[in-house]
C-alpha cells in the first residue's frame, strides 16, 4: 500500500501526559498536512510543510503542539500535557503541488 | 479570507434518486474548490475538484459540481443515488497556491432503499 499512513490509529491516554502521532506521506508529494476533526465538525487546520519546512501553523495551537518534519519524509506531531479537549481526530494528508490532498484514516486520541 | 458553508447537514435521498448536496463559498481570491467523501472508518477521499478551468466538474462515481461565480455557490449532484453514496461529504475552499483548505462542517447523505 502507497498510500498516507498513520500511527497509532487509536491512542487513550491521562490527562497530563504527552502523545506523538506519526504520519508517512506519499513518498513523491513534497507537502504535508495535519488536520484535526472532531465529532460533526469539518477537518480544521493545525499545520502544513513543504518538504522540511514548516510553513504555517494555526493560530489555534497552543504552545503544546509541536510538528515536524525531518528530512522532509515523515512527520511527527506531539502534544504535551494533554488536555480533555484535545480529544480528536488527527489526520494527516499529503500532496504535490496539484492541490488534491491524499488523507490517512487518522488517529484518535481520547484523553481521560 | 476563505471560508465554506455547507446548507444542510443531514441530506436523506432513495436510492435511484437525485442528490444534491449544497455549498456556498467565500472567498479573497479566485477560488480553488473540493468535494472530499468521507466513509465510516475511512480516510477522505478526492471526488472532484474545480481550479479556474470549466465551471461544470465530473468527478469520480457519477458526481458532479457546477461553479456559479455569481451564486458563490459549488454544489454536489448525482442523478441516481446508490446505496454505497452513504456517507459524509465536504466541500473545501483552498488558498492560492494550495497553502491551507478550508473545510466545510459536512453533510451526512443518508440513502433509503
Known amino acids: 500500500d502507497t498510500g498516507v499512513s498513520q500511527d497509532p490509529r487509536h491512542k487513550i491516554t491521562k490527562r497530563g501526559q504527552n502523545v506523538t502521532f506519526r504520519c508517512d506521506p506519499i513518498?513523491?508529494?513534497?507537502?504535508l498536512y495535519w488536520y484535526r476533526q472532531t465529532l460533526g465538525q469539518g477537518p480544521e487546520f493545525l499545520t502544513y510543510?513543504?518538504?522540511?519546512?514548516?510553513?504555517?501553523k494555526s493560530r489555534l495551537l497552543s504552545d503544546r503542539f509541536s510538528a515536524e518534519r525531518p528530512k522532509g519524509s515523515f512527520s511527527t506531531l506531539e502534544i504535551q500535557r494533554t488536555e480533555q479537549g484535545d480529544s480528536a481526530m488527527y489526520l494527516c494528508?499529503?500532496?504535490?503541488?496539484?492541490?488534491?490532498?491524499?488523507f490517512g484514516e487518522g488517529s484518535r486520541l481520547t484523553v481521560l | 479570507a476563505q471560508s465554506v458553508t455547507q446548507l444542510d447537514s443531514h441530506v436523506s435521498v432513495s436510492e435511484g434518486t437525485p442528490v444534491l448536496l449544497r455549498c456556498n463559498y467565500s472567498?479573497?481570491?479566485?477560488?480553488?474548490l473540493f468535494w472530499y467523501v468521507q466513509h465510516p472508518n475511512k480516510g477522505l477521499q478526492l471526488l472532484l475538484k474545480?481550479?479556474?478551468?470549466?465551471?461544470l466538474v465530473k468527478g469520480i462515481n457519477g458526481f458532479e459540481a457546477e461553479f456559479k461565480k455569481s451564486e458563490t455557490s459549488f454544489h454536489l449532484t448525482k442523478p441516481s443515488a446508490h446505496m454505497s453514496d452513504a456517507a459524509e461529504y465536504f466541500c473545501?475552499?483552498?488558498?492560492?497556491?494550495?497553502?491551507?483548505?478550508?473545510f466545510g462542517s459536512g453533510t451526512k447523505l443518508n440513502v433509503k432503499p
Open positions: 494528508a499529503s500532496s504535490s503541488l496539484t492541490g488534491e490532498l491524499f
Open positions: 513518498s513523491e508529494h513534497n507537502r
Open positions: 510543510f513543504q518538504n522540511e519546512a514548516q510553513l504555517e
Open positions: 472567498s479573497s481570491y479566485s477560488p480553488s
Open positions: 474545480y481550479t479556474s478551468a470549466a465551471t
Open positions: 473545501v475552499v483552498s488558498e492560492p497556491n494550495f497553502n491551507k483548505f478550508y
